[in-house]
């Protein structure tokens, strides 16, 4: 079962829209603000969100930039009561794959989430089964989980694939701590902390030899990955 994160501040229609979705298979958590739903995207992963655009403490448009910080990888609708093209130029320029206006038939959400999904998923399996990341003179086998550079291979741990693969879509962007621990630890707790140190540690000694490629840590906010050119 596909997991859905529902965020509609209407109970009455996100009752019946849960009741629809969980009838054609999807596993649903509804929430009915954005920061409930934020507090959700942190510590858990959904293969597909539907986001009220007009909801009270955090917008839909708002929540879509933060749960692209969060995972730029999760595909987002954008539900809305609003006809105005200028919402829906906002909304798809977010990188919406969806703007679907109220009213509309539950059938026909179904159907679009199926297609979203079933694109999401060709193109996963499509950029694994081949990616090769170029990280300055360093090349990263996202599929073997190893590190590549003048015929030596540096091989990785899961974790530690993660954390690169993690860095590199986010890289030169200064990231907060909780925010990667949540993303690859499932947890920001004084352990993860400690063991994330050591993890950037190893990063830090396996990329050294190309000084275009730096890890650093700003005191009590957080870490960047830079990579120049």
């Known amino acids: 079962m596909k997991k859905i994160l529902l965020v ?3 109970v009455d229609f996100s009752i019946v829209l849960q009741q629809y979705l969980q009838l054609n298979h999807f596993d649903v958590t509804v929430v009915e603000n954005g ?3 934020l507090d959700l995207l ?3 992963t959904y293969d597909i969100c539907v986001f009220d655009v007009m909801m009270p403490e955090m917008d839909g448009f708002t929540l879509a930039e933060k749960t692209i910080e969060i995972n730029p990888e999760t595909p987002f609708v954008f539900l809305t009561a609003k ?3 200028e919402d829906k130029i906002k909304g798809l320029q977010l990188g919406a794959d969806d703007y679907i206006v109220k009213p509309f038939e539950a059938e026909e959400l179904i159907l679009r989430l199926n297609n979203i999904l079933k694109r999401s998923e060709s193109n996963f399996n499509r950029n694994h089964e081949k990616q090769k990341i170029q990280l300055g003179n360093y090349l990263f086998d996202t599929q073997r989980m190893c590190l590549e550079l003048n015929g030596k291979t540096q091989q990785l741990t899961e ?3 993660a954390l690169i693969h993690y860095f590199y879509h986010h890289k030169n962007q200064l990231v907060k701590r909780e925010q990667i621990l949540k993303a690859i630890w499932k947890t920001d707790d004084f352990f993860s902390g400690r063991s994330m140190d050591v993890y950037i540690s190893k990063i830090r000694k396996y990329l050294q030899e190309d000084t275009r490629i730096s890890i650093e ?3 009590f906010i957080g870490i960047e990955f830079k990579l120049t050119t």
């Open 83 to 85: 006809q105005l093209m």
């Open 159 to 161: 974790k530690e694939a």
């Open 35 to 37: 920061r409930k739903a």
């Open 217 to 219: 840590s700003t005191r």
């Open 8 to 10: 509609e501040d209407d």
């Open 42 to 44: 942190l510590r858990n």
